[in-house]
């Protein structure tokens, strides 16, 4: 259960509600009637409450949960306890986030402005939108409907922000347009320049080229999730495209549709990412590369080289991750016969 103090939770719901919301079956129809109070862990779920199984280690503790209901697929229907209402789910983890969503809703916007938020006159903020203590939002820029605005947070001049878009507190946007229904979690900075630099050289008096210092574009320290504007053209996030904490995204790189960044990503200028790209921890990219559409990379691996759609690689650099497996299998083995562990 949710801490009630930070998380209002809707419902109760009934089986048969939740198989409609997250389109699930039960696998006996005439538990339908069965009222659910909320959602919990497989460890921790109690006679009133629904899970979900989405991994088969987790089997032994499927069996042993004394959860009321469980989302899970249909070959694991014979491992649920008896008395344990199963909701068959061809993607149980799916499932039970739908169902979730519905015990715990994004909470309403609330139309309203502080009296500390600050607010151009030439800024265009509907009435319906919800602006916290100490919102700065400079000339030109243009709020969407219903949009949420955390408190102290920074909205750049001529930044232009869809409908429907929630901006947690402490966050900065500038030099960019937003689509509907963009969620900024806290800390978030979005338009600050990039690391770019160029060497400058100067000739000696003996004609040789000696290095003087940088031509700076600008340098800048930063933690949270950063996005870069671009120099040559834009920076470009595709639609329903996750970022994880701590991802750095330089210069110039365009990410696809709906890809996936974990976190510490570090993605250096004019990468070019195709959709639905996922990205595990922690992995580094040189700039100036292609990753195509659908490839896959592991945790903490650098890519030096171009990948090619629907490739799943890992190591440093990348290979084909089985090979990569491969590989670490052999340097253990010789690891143990020279004595190593």
Known sequence: MADPRFFDRAGPFSLDSLTAISGARLADPSS???????????????PNEVTFLA???????????????????????????????????ADPYKAFALAADAFYPVPP??????PSAIIDPSASVP????????VVIERGARLGRRCQIGANSAIGANVGIGDVCRIAANVTVSHCLMGSRVM????????????????????SGHGSAAWSGHHRQRCRHRANTVVDRGMAHDTAIGDGTKIDNLVQI??????????????????????????????????????????????????????????EPGATVGGIPVVPLTSWMRRMAILRRLAIEKGGS
């Not at 339908?32 to 109690?46: H, K, N, Q, S, W």
């Not at 916007?109 to 502080?114: I, L, N, Q, S």
């Open 184 to 203: 900024l979690h806290p800390g978030v900075r979005i338009g600050q320049p990039g690391f770019g630099f160029a060497p400058r050289w100067e000739r």
């Open 55 to 89: 991994n088969l280690k987790y089997v032994g503790a499927l069996a042993a949960s004394g959860a009321g209901a469980a989302f899970a697929a249909e070959r694991f229907a014979s491992r649920a306890p008896s008395g344990m209402a199963l909701l068959i789910a």
């Open 127 to 134: 009435d319906d939108c919800e602006i916290a203590a100490n």
């Open 109 to 114: 916007v609330t139309p309203g402005r502080a």
């Open 32 to 46: 339908a009637p069965r009222i659910i109070e909320d959602v919990a862990a497989l460890e921790t779920a109690g």
């Open 250 to 307: 330089g210069h110039n790189v365009a990410l696809g549709r709906g890809c996936i960044l974990a976190g510490q990503v570090g993605i250096a200028g004019s990468m070019h990412f195709g959709d639905f790209v996922m990205v595990g921890g922690q992995v580094s990219f040189t700039g100036h590369l292609r990753v195509g559409d659908g490839a896959r990379i592991a945790a903490i691996s650098g890519v030096f080289h171009d990948v």
